[in-house]
């Protein structure tokens, strides 16, 4: 059974910084095309901040670039989400997700492109 496993969520003050990982189980996250990061937060559409592809190419939406910065290590089968600087408007619910098929690089932060959704982990940005 593939599951993708998400941690260290947390509560932090206004510019500081979390690290989040997603742990491959069962599955092995070098055989996705892509992987990403994506957040939600009650109401609102699932949004997506960060993909990486299997050659290491990245992909940010704009209210994140310069501060965050997706990587995977496959030796340790996990995705990270490096957020620096963080905002109170960067408060959500944050899933990684994976896919093993081709993705148009338009595609790549829309939820559909990705077949394998984590539980999420919360973070929350006081001001």
């Known amino acids: 059974q593939v599951q993708l496993v998400e941690s260290g969520g947390g509560s932090v003050q206004s510019g500081g910084s979390l690290r989040l990982s997603c742990a491959g189980s069962?599955?092995?996250?070098?055989?996705?095309?892509?992987m990403g990061w994506f957040r939600q937060v009650p109401g609102k559409e699932r949004e997506g901040v960060a993909s990486?592809?299997?050659?290491?190419?990245?992909k940010y939406t704009d209210s994140v670039k310069g501060r965050f910065t997706i990587s995977q290590d496959n030796a340790k089968n996990t995705l990270y989400l490096q957020m620096s600087n963080l905002k109170p408007e960067d408060t959500a619910m944050y899933y990684c997700?994976?896919?093993?098929?081709?993705?148009?690089?338009?595609?790549?932060?829309?939820?559909?492109?990705?077949?394998?959704w984590g539980q999420g982990t919360q973070v929350t940005v006081s001001s």
């Open positions: 990486i592809g299997s050659g290491g190419l990245t």
């Open positions: 997700a994976a896919t093993t098929g081709y993705r148009a690089w338009w595609a790549l932060l829309l939820p559909p492109s990705y077949n394998y």
């Open positions: 069962g599955y092995t996250i070098s055989s996705s095309t892509y």
